[in-house]
């Protein structure tokens, strides 16, 4: 194997993420690495803090990036709020559900299940319902945007009941930080975590989570340890926010570089201005690909603005479509995931690829790949 | 809190880790940034994959970067291969002995602890003992090169005893890959970590990880699940090798372009070149901090080389000689861990620091700091 320095092809990542990155963004990444003691280097970290308070909508002092990508900090929340015996409401209705039900079996919580089809929102009235039968569940998790359908869900309404119940919320906001409202005090969210690669546009690697007191109050009365010293949110504490920043492991320090940089960015654009530009592109991509004759998998009301899932039309073949859109357009769309493989494309417009000049060119690509196709199929008949 | 786009200070990084990065490496990072399922991305994971077998000289097909700092590669490894109630002889000779004990227990393992003093190498006869006591030990774990006290543990040797009695060996090997003699397949390491900040010279953030047909054995034979999702070697390996590519967690893209050309770099000049320079720059070091005045905690024949700790003299203050260090000169010098906080300094010389222009100049200003510090208690006395 002959191995040269690796130059990536020219990419517009319009997948389930990553999305694409601002040059602010790269740039930052190839700034001199510090060391993860420097006290430069933890001044650093206290903006980061705030940034990312300020992108939660929160005052939470547990406000942190997670050093791993998305998944890390998900089996953060769980391996930190659920002890062994606990009863987890879970509400599935795509991948990440099943993947938290996963993990709730593996911090040895009993979940229980609430199946909603893919593709539709979780409806309050089933999560009431849930806690009515199960009046002793301690957790309710769920997914406020399922990156696998594109569906965004109510999770106001699903955190007030979890509250009337005296249960605590863990919510996945993977793929709606930054791009969609999320108001992680306004709606007494208890845990929640992020990534980095969607709607903040930073390439993948860090998780940001955050955690209330009541949530901290959880964790800080276990019965046992956290079974993940790795992600054992009182340790990481020390290092992020204690006193003597106690050493727990290596910061990826030029990764937060580039998370400091695309927060700052998404701070000076504003929270509320990027929510509606993600909300505005997404009407101008549904209308176009509706013009091209193709049908949204989500009902209108459910639909998420940062991930865009439509149904493959039964003459067009998936695989050598997205193929198409990578080798002629330099377009990277999504593929679906789990039942909806084979069923569904997922076109993201997520952070700086949610921008009219992207919108236009996208629905120009896929219009002419859809032509082709089906010329193709003509030719050959 | 006014923020703009940060700006690091120029540091020179001779403290335990990250270690100086090459601008090869910094301008891989800032790279564009590609999908983790894009066929071209995958070509380079497999160049990856390849070139960490080369530097760990292993032929293991589960050879990969796990997505999180050293302690996850710490952690992937025990989890995978520690079942509850698995005896693990675990050798404790500084932080990072402890930090397996640790982690152990939260696998529901039982520690067999070998307690060596801090600054000394692990004698195989303690090893050799351990396993007449404990002939039901399935595993040993312990630290190649401790970083931190400067250790080298002879992990031919250790391993060899392991063998002989049917055990599993975990070892820790942070601060030894790429800068001194490791030999993952000559010495019938059965699992094995790193990190990418010592003496490889990437940023901190990924955990090169491998494990032989053996270890991975262990884990398929499994009555449990492994506790960690996130960690699980099985999907991880789905992804990373699997005919299919199966989606587990995004990978961190750009994290992977930078060690990708930081393991180019050190292919390009050859795995023992690189051993021969650590070495060579160390004996150099060595020398002028004893004409100095500074004593080294470790006995010269267990000495690490890529991790100097020296006795901080008595008439020196530590945190003060340590700040000028970096305000006056700009370098970045580590203090102590655990039991060795305010006793030693810890002075790294690891992948791109290992220069000898690096060297003079340390040596040049340690000298003057350490003169200023003397003549300073001088005047005040």
Chains 1, 2 share one sequence.
């Not at 940089?261 to 592109?281: C, Y």
Request: glycine residues 8%.
């Amino acid at each position: 194997m002959t191995m040269t320095t690796f130059i990536p092809p020219t990419r517009l990542l319009m997948g389930p993420g990553p999305s694409p990155v601002h040059w602010r963004v790269l740039s930052a990444l190839a700034r001199p690495t510090l060391g993860h003691l420097d006290p430069i280097f933890l001044s650093l970290m206290e903006e980061v803090k705030a940034l990312l308070r300020y992108t939660f909508r929160t005052t939470n002092e547990m406000t942190l990036p997670i050093s791993g990508p998305g998944s890390a900090g998900m089996e953060a929340c769980f391996v930190n709020l659920v002890e062994p015996g606990d009863k987890v409401i879970v509400c599935r209705n795509g991948v990440f559900g099943t993947r938290m039900i996963e993990i709730v079996e593996r911090c040895q919580g009993t979940p229980v299940v609430i199946d909603v089809p893919w593709g539709r929102a979780v409806p309050p009235e089933r999560v009431a319902e849930a806690f009515q039968s199960h009046p002793d569940a301690r957790i309710l998790a769920f997914v406020h945007a399922e990156t696998s359908t594109g569906v965004l869900t109510d999770a106001k309404s699903l955190c007030a009941i979890a509250q009337q119940h005296g249960a605590l919320t863990i919510v996945d906001a993977v793929t709606s930080l930054g791009g969609v409202p999320l108001e992680v005090d306004g709606w007494g969210i208890d845990a929640v975590y992020s990534g980095t690669q969607k709607c903040l546009s930073c390439p993948p690697g860090l998780s940001p989570v955050s955690l209330n007191q009541r949530a901290l109050e959880k964790v800080r009365l276990r019965k046992s340890k956290v079974q993940s010293w790795f992600l054992d949110l009182s340790l990481i504490m020390d290092y992020w926010a204690g006193e003597q920043r106690v050493y727990h492991h290596t910061a990826p320090v030029n990764a937060i570089y580039g998370l400091h940089e695309a927060l700052l960015m998404l701070k000076q654009e504003g929270i509320k201005a990027s929510w509606e530009r993600h909300s505005r592109n997404h009407q101008a991509l549904r209308s176009g690909l509706q013009s091209i004759g193709l049908d949204y998998l989500v009902p209108r009301d459910e639909q998420l603005p940062s991930l865009n899932a439509v149904n493959i039309p039964a003459d067009i073949d998936d695989a050598a479509f997205r193929r198409a859109m990578y080798d002629r357009h330099e377009i990277e769309i999504g593929a679906g995931l789990g039942e909806l493989a084979g069923k569904i494309w997922r076109i993201g417009l997520m952070g700086e690829g949610s921008r009219s000049s992207v919108v236009e060119w996208c629905l120009s690509c896929v219009d002419a790949t859809v032509r082709t196709a089906r010329d193709n199929t003509a030719a050959a008949a």
